[in-house]
């Protein structure tokens, strides 16, 4: 069973970077469609991109131009690099399979604040 371990999460300033990694374990994420979701307090889990095995990439709307998703099958492994922070990326992230989510891992907490 796959094991999904975020880490990478912390304080950020507005307008800052920081960057996520989600490292998998147990399966492959060679050929699978991978994505990082958040939860911020109060509200839904929501998809904020997903990258496909080609490598096409997709955002929402709200990240779009800042965010940037890519994967290192080798490694298992697969990012997020953040841009342009804002507080309405505060949240708890999480990396899944985009299609067909596997266990949840614990996330990273992400913090934006002066």
């Known amino acids: 069973q796959v094991q999904f371990v975020e880490s990478g999460g912390g304080l950020g300033q507005p307008g800052g970077s920081l960057r996520l990694s989600c490292a998998a374990s147990?399966?492959?994420?060679?050929?699978?469609?991978m994505a990082w979701y958040r939860q911020a307090p109060g509200k839904q889990r929501e998809l904020v991109a997903h990258i496909e095995s080609t490598g096409t990439r997709k955002y929402a709307d709200s990240v779009k131009g800042r965010f940037t998703i890519s994967r290192d099958n080798a490694k298992s492994t697969v990012y997020l690099q953040m841009n342009s922070l804002n507080a309405d990326d505060t949240a708890v992230y999480y990396c899944?399979?985009?299609?067909?989510?596997?266990?949840w891992g614990q996330g990273t907490q992400v913090t934006v604040s002066s």
């Open positions: 899944n399979y985009r299609y067909g989510a596997g266990y």
């Open positions: 147990g399966s492959s994420i060679s050929g699978r469609a």
